[in-house]
């Protein structure tokens, strides 16, 4: 069986300051991880993807993600927050095709 | 590439009524999921095809819904008939091979609203 948690369900930080996006998951196999980032009234949009090749991950527009096997996490970091970092973002595994199970989603907010 | 391409981007129908949802996937894609999304629920995988075959269908929640995908370049979902709680977004999603290694490709959704 697999899961995935995000831990926050919002999180606000000022425009300049570190993100964090927290992840945790279980999985009984070695998963495929993705964190993937949802404007309003947009679609999904990948950031990136872990296939267990480097368990540093870098990401698109700055973010990136270590995937970290011991504590069965793979937190969404960003040194450096923009304001149009603002939107919902999805932690997710997968074991399969059709195994894909989505986290309950963090929302971001960016203070000015 | 035009990305994923839905439509219509919104429905307001009536209970009782037929919906059908259209989706047309990214050429070269082999793979296409359906998925609803709701506050409550969250995102939702309802049925994956590959090769135009439906691979997984565990996800439809009742027999008034169903997915076809004639083609590589366009799929249905279809409600029949629709009630106030398939109220969502509907997204569909396209990828390139079957293994769990592939990201997936979202177009923009269509709402749906059921009265």
């Known amino acids: 069986a697999q899961s995935v948690t995000q831990l926050d369900s919002h999180v606000s930080v000022s425009e300049g300051t570190p993100v964090l996006l927290r992840c945790n998951y279980s999985?009984?196999?070695?998963?495929?991880l993705f964190w993937y980032v949802q404007h309003p009234n947009k679609g999904l949009q990948l950031l990136l993807k872990y296939t267990s090749a480097a368990t540093l991950v870098k990401g698109i527009n700055g973010f990136e993600a270590e995937f970290k096997k011991s504590e069965t996490s793979f937190h969404l970091t960003k040194p450096s927050a923009h304001m149009s970092d603002a939107a919902e973002y999805f932690c997710?595994?997968?074991?399969?095709?059709?195994?894909?199970?989505f986290g309950s989603g963090t929302r971001l907010s960016i203070r000015p | 590439d035009a990305g994923v391409i839905q439509s219509p981007r919104h429905e307001v129908t009536e209970m009782g009524q037929e919906v059908t949802l259209r989706c047309k996937p990214i050429s070269g894609h082999n793979s296409l999921f359906w998925y609803r999304q709701t506050m409550m629920r969250g995102l939702e995988l309802l049925i994956y095809?590959?090769?135009?075959?439906?691979?997984?269908d565990s996800g439809m929640p009742e027999d008034r819904f169903s997915a076809k995908m004639p083609n590589a370049s366009f799929s249905t979902l279809k409600i029949q008939p629709s009630e106030p709680r398939d109220s969502a977004v509907y997204f569909c999603?396209?990828?390139?091979?079957?293994?769990?290694?592939?990201?997936?490709?979202f177009g923009p959704g269509t709402r749906l609203t059921v009265t």
């Open positions: 999985s009984s196999y070695s998963p495929s």
């Open positions: 997710v595994v997968s074991q399969s095709a059709s195994k894909i199970i």
């Open positions: 095809f590959n090769n135009n075959v439906p691979i997984d």
């Open positions: 999603a396209s990828s390139f091979g079957q293994t769990s290694s592939y990201e997936q490709y």
